[in-house]
């Protein structure tokens, strides 16, 4: 039953958190549009985990990756709103203040990242501590350094493709290069970050 307040929570603040793209993109958004769109993801969460702790109980990882992915749906669209509500307010959509906003939405995301995935995805047992999080914080930078290379050589390289607005394309860039983070982060949060300790460390611990 946690499980599914905790992924109905989350999609309560994904249903918020999409609006500001949404507006940016060119969506009107109205009393009715924003009614549908937080209920609809507080409805929509839990069903799909249900589905997914379904099919668990023939892949058990698919679990763990499950609520991660949850977790990631929010980071995703929580970084999306910090991009794109200073978008607004600055009217920049590419350049050397876009790789900057970029930093700055990601960072809030993935510090929101760390708390989730902590003691929800992972479940670690491990008490928080200095030295695990200068290693999450480093394999989150790598991340990072991945999330920017990408989404900057889309957006500021290529350019916007087949007349698409800059506005989206900045959008799009910043969607793929999320794909290709969010792979390095689950491998990098699970096996080396919030791994399980193994029989010898918790005999260790005991003594």
């Not at 009107?28 to 839990?46: E, M, W």
């Not at 493709?161 to 982060?185: D, E, H, R, T």
Request: aromatic content about 20%.
């Amino acid at each position: 039953m946690k499980d599914y307040l905790l992924v109905s929570l989350i999609g309560f603040l994904v249903g918020w958190l999409i609006l500001p793209t949404a507006f940016n993109l060119g969506l009107k958004i109205n009393p009715t549009l924003i009614l549908l769109s937080v209920i609809g993801f507080s409805a929509l969460a839990p069903l799909v985990l249900a589905v997914v702790f379904y099919f668990s109980r023939f892949w058990p990882g698919l679990r763990q990756f499950g609520k991660f992915c949850a977790v990631g749906v929010l980071n995703t669209f929580l970084g999306f709103s910090v991009l794109n509500l200073l978008i607004h307010f600055t009217g920049i959509t590419r350049g050397l203040y876009y790789s900057l906003f970029l930093v700055l939405s990601f960072m809030v995301s993935v510090t929101n990242s760390y708390f989730w995935n902590k003691f929800w995805s992972f479940q670690s047992q491990t008490a928080t501590s200095p030295s695990e999080f200068s290693r999450f914080l480093l394999f989150t930078f790598i991340g990072l350094l991945i999330n920017n290379a990408v989404a900057s050589f889309l957006n500021n390289v290529i350019g916007p493709l087949g007349g698409i607005k800059p506005i989206v394309w900045a959008n799009v860039s910043a969607f793929f290069a999320i794909a290709f983070s969010f792979l390095w982060n689950f491998f990098s949060y699970r096996f080396w970050i919030f791994k399980k300790p193994q029989p010898q460390d918790k005999q260790q611990q005991i003594k």
